[in-house]
């Protein structure tokens, strides 16, 4: 498998994907919004492009499927329940269902609810997995829930599916807001030593070709898995003081997620 990780430099900081059977040459376009960099990137390799797929509906994501799709006949898949957001699509997915491109490449649809209510995840099947989680999961964040999610349902995606994956996991999100995700967690857990240190590493990187994290290294460096922090809930408590003296994780995400809202 072979992961083309693509910068689209546009004002929303989005991330498209080519993943590529190098056996076949055969691909799969994840949100490919940029359709003129998806397009000449798969030509100028002799990859083609037999699917798109769209983790959610919103439009940053969605934009480039007519002219991707008119270029290629490829076919469109999303999230089952989003047939009335998203025109034209030819395999709706449910947790479980298992995306093939080419002959050697598998990825697992996972439903992960939260930053909107029909949002998937892809999960490879490969020795090390890879995540692509679009607006669920950022690198050092979490997706907002402002157009059509819901914060306790992003909590349960968190702790129910993204919390048990391998460490080893490499994570590919929709966006790279990764500097400005740090800053939100040194602001409520200013002793995070690692994740100050990460600041200072990719606060300049060059997106085309950015950091890739894994699992262990988000559960460091990112609030919404450290809920347990000490000095975190401390902090909390300082916005919060409603705050019980040991707040459950449910609530402690919650009340992160609100306060990321306005930061």
């Known amino acids: ?44 390799n002799g990859w083609t492009i037999t699917q798109v797929l769209n983790t959610h509906e919103h439009f940053d994501h969605t934009g480039g499927n ?101 460490d080893q996991t490499l994570i590919y999100p929709g966006h790279d807001y990764i500097a400005n995700n740090l800053g939100f967690t040194l602001d409520r857990e200013p002793d995070n030593a690692r994740a100050e240190a990460l600041l200072g590493e990719v606060e300049h990187q060059d997106p085309n070709a950015p950091l890739v994290s894994t699992l262990a290294l988000e559960k460091e460096i990112n609030t919404f898995f450290r809920l347990h922090s000490p000095s975190l809930i401390a902090r909390l408590r300082e916005t919060c003081p409603d705050l019980p003296d040991e707040p459950d994780a449910k609530t402690v995400f919650l009340k992160l997620r609100e306060l990321r809202n306005s930061w």
Not at 20 to 40: F, M, N, S
Request: glycine share 10%; with cysteine.
């Open 1 to 44: 498998m072979h992961v083309e990780q693509i910068w689209t430099g546009n004002a929303y900081r989005n991330f498209n994907y080519l993943i590529v059977c190098t056996e076949t040459g055969e691909a799969l376009a994840i949100d490919p919004l940029d359709h003129e960099k998806c397009l000449g990137i798969a030509k100028r």
């Open 66 to 166: 007519a002219a991707v799709i008119a270029a290629t006949g490829a076919r469109l898949l999303a999230h089952a329940n989003a047939k009335d957001a998203i025109e034209g699509i030819d395999r709706g997915l449910a947790a479980g269902d298992v995306i093939k491109v080419g002959r050697s490449v598998e990825l697992e649809a996972l439903d992960t609810p939260g930053h909107t209510m029909s949002h998937v995840c892809l999960l490879s099947h490969t020795d090390t997995p890879a995540l692509f989680c679009g607006d669920t999961l950022f690198n050092a964040g979490a997706g907002n829930c402002h157009h059509g999610g819901h914060p306790a349902e992003l909590y349960e995606t968190f702790a129910g599916q993204l919390a048990r994956l391998p």
